[in-house]
């Protein structure tokens, strides 16, 4: 992916390069507003990463600048905010995602990955696959080498969640945000709860498991 | 305190003076001229008398008539009223008045008196047939004379009145000063940082004893907040040290390699406590925000009933790998003003307290109902609860009771929910459950949605 970061704190733009150059992004740093803005518009774009805090143009009004212009990237703002109304404030101005600093660098490269999907998948698909996963969105069915597993809903929209993501690891809290709608840590064991138990419905008949675990990054669902 | 003129006490007074003034000086303005002319009235009304009964005179003699008439009056009634009968001519020939011909209608006119001198006169000039014109006048003395007596009676009024309103007026800016020096004194020993003064307040409930009532409202509440802002420093600093101090120990033995190489556990346990320091913060941050009370301006309609059956949902299979039960009772379509999100991490707090601090096996409750004091949500175990008299306590941030000393957290559960509830108008208490704790959320019934 083509990504543009527009991050005046080299330490944290240096931090970002690394984490997705290791996954062969090509990742493109500028340190002001006013570049920022330029070159948004100018060039095209797979995700851009926003800093809010930037000189010369704060990273807001550039969103809002760039949106008017027809921007359409999708942006993922980094705050050293973390209060409930910055993150309106800046899903308001026309932000995809909002991530507060500082953040581990697995989130950062989850969260950017998913928006850079979110463009290249079918809006309109009626059906997810991965593997022998087959999701049948209108039906709310799942199957397992075609037959047919019972899941409650929440644990149908979490399994929808990591198969729209296939592939692709789902942090902790993107699934809070997208499963529950909690923009909060509850502190409880609430997703290991949830994912044992779509695993055990998953694999029943001793069947290899398909939700990857990985500490400090998240779950993932094979592809294929 | 300024007794000057940058004193509003002094400025209040004088103004109310200058007011006082001049409604004195328009009340006698009014009066002198309201008695000057009845007076004036009364003086034209004799002319006019004067000049019918001469005219009736006329009627019957003739011009003969009019002048024995006022040969008559000159010589039996030497009175203010004078008179002069002129023929076509212009020449006087009757009455007592020696002045020189004046034109018909009412006049003021100067006549000389024999024993005063020159004198004002009021004249009523008629035109009788034949190009006679008779002159009735009336002397002008005795209304300059009362003018005069009101102009000098009414001036001593008025400086009475005056000095007295002065004498009003200071005593107002002192009794102001006086009210007001006790309230100052107060603010500016806090200034000084005597924080424990408070202003006095009278018994009479005014709107003096009202701001001095405020005031020490408002030092309550910023003492509370100060004691509440030391708290907080403390039990951060406290909370911070403890795992910043195992992560910077952890780090050191990772160093030493003594049979202790950095290796992938060790390194997922130092991000661990790492995260938790970070969590720590994210919490307190987060509980401010929801005091400050700005949230308020994003809150909607909830629909409670659907928010808690879900999330009953979810923490019932919570509570089942934890190895409790959770009963989940929710009225049907209570709806309440406010935020989803936040109202669901209380509920969440409520119900991982219930868990984390009950042994295993314990039944917990998590029921919505409406009443007609509102909506009421309340989180209820079996377990051993807190003693009462810890209850308030047990809501500040950072205060782990002595019982929950050996379960992890940062003792910021429950001081969330009370944020929580106080940015909804909602009031948080704790109740015995007998046994057991009882946690409740009241949603007054004015923010029912």
């Known amino acids: ?224 | 305190m300024k007794f000057g003129p940058g004193s509003a006490a002094n400025r209040i007074a004088l103004l109310g003076w200058l007011i006082y003034a001049a409604a004195t000086l328009l009340l006698g303005i009014a009066v002198y001229f309201a008695t000057h002319a009845a007076f004036s009235r009364q003086i034209d009304e004799r002319i006019e008398q004067a000049t019918s009964a001469l005219l009736i005179e006329y009627h019957d003699d003739g011009v003969g008539g009019v002048q024995s008439a006022l040969d008559q009056q000159g010589r039996n009634r030497p009175i203010g009223l004078g008179t002069a009968l002129f023929d076509a001519r212009g020449a006087r020939i009757a009455g007592n008045l020696a002045i020189p011909l004046t034109e018909p209608g009412w006049r003021n006119i100067v006549f000389h008196d024999p024993g005063e001198g020159r004198e004002q006169a009021r004249a009523q000039v008629t035109v009788l047939p034949g190009n006679y014109r008779l002159v009735v006048a009336a002397d002008l003395e005795s209304l300059e004379t009362i003018d005069h007596t009101i102009l000098a009676m009414f001036g001593v009024t008025v400086v009475v009145l005056l000095l007295l309103g002065l004498a009003g007026a200071l005593l107002l800016a002192r009794y102001l000063h006086r009210r007001l020096a006790g309230i100052e004194a107060t603010s500016s020993a806090i200034v000084r940082g005597d924080f424990t003064r408070r202003a006095g307040i009278g018994t009479a409930g005014d709107e003096f004893d009202r701001v001095a009532l405020s005031l020490n409202t408002m030092l309550d509440r910023i003492a509370g907040l100060i004691a509440n802002l030391r708290q907080v420093t403390a039990g951060l600093a406290h909370d911070l040290r403890t795992p910043l101090s195992h992560l910077r120990n952890h780090l050191e033995r990772m160093r030493g390699g003594q049979g202790q190489a950095a290796t992938g556990a060790s390194i997922d346990e130092a991000v661990a406590q790492a995260d938790n320091v970070l969590a720590l913060f994210d919490a307190i941050l987060r509980i401010s925000e929801v005091e400050e009370g700005s949230l308020r301006r994003a809150f909607s309609a909830v629909d409670l009933s659907t928010l808690v059956s879900e999330l009953g949902d979810t923490l019932v299979l919570l509570a089942e790998d934890e190895r409790h039960f959770l009963h989940v009772a929710v009225g049907d379509g209570i709806r309440v003003q406010g935020d989803r999100e936040l109202i669901a991490q209380a509920l969440t707090n409520l119900v991982e307290n219930a868990l984390r601090h009950t042994p295993e096996g314990s039944v917990i409750g998590l029921q919505v109902r409406c009443d007609e004091g509102g909506a009421l949500v309340t989180v209820s175990d079996n377990g051993p609860g807190i003693p009462e008299a810890d209850h308030e306590r047990a809501q500040q941030r950072f205060v782990r009771l002595e019982s929950a000393r050996s379960a992890p957290g940062h003792g910021l559960g429950l001081s969330m929910v009370r944020a929580i509830a106080q940015a909804h108008g909602a009031t948080f208490s704790l109740g015995d459950a007998g046994p057991g704790l009882r946690a409740e959320i009241r949603f007054p019934k004015r923010i029912i949605a």
């Open chain 1, 1 to 224: 992916m083509r990504i543009l970061l527009a991050e005046d704190d080299t330490d944290t733009a240096q931090f970002i390069e690394t984490s997705l150059g290791e996954l062969s992004h090509v990742v493109k740093s500028v340190g002001t507003g006013d570049a920022a803005l330029r070159i948004a518009r100018s060039e095209s774009w797979d995700v851009i990463i926003l800093d809010r805090m930037l000189p010369e143009l704060d990273g807001l009004t550039l969103l809002k600048a760039a949106r008017s212009c027809g921007v359409t990237t999708p942006v993922l703002m980094l705050t050293a905010l973390g209060r409930i109304e910055d993150r309106v404030d800046g899903l308001d101005a026309g932000a995809d995602d909002y991530l507060v600093k500082p953040f581990a660098p697995s989130e950062l490269v989850a969260r950017v990955q998913a928006l850079g999907r979110r463009y290249t998948q079918s809006e309109i698909a009626t059906k997810l696959l991965a593997g022998p996963l087959e999701l049948d969105l209108i039906a709310r069915e799942i199957r397992r080498d075609g037959r047919l597993v019972l899941l409650q809903p929440r644990e149908l929209r979490l399994l929808e969640v990591l198969m729209r993501h296939a592939g692709e690891f789902v942090t902790r809290a993107m699934l809070l945000e997208d499963v529950w709608d909690f923009h909060f840590d509850p502190q409880t064991k609430l997703i290991e709860t949830h994912m044992s138990r779509l695993r055990a419905k998953l694999n029943e008949g001793g069947l290899p498991d398909l939700i990857e675990t990985v500490r400090g990054s998240g779950y993932r669902v094979r592809a294929v």
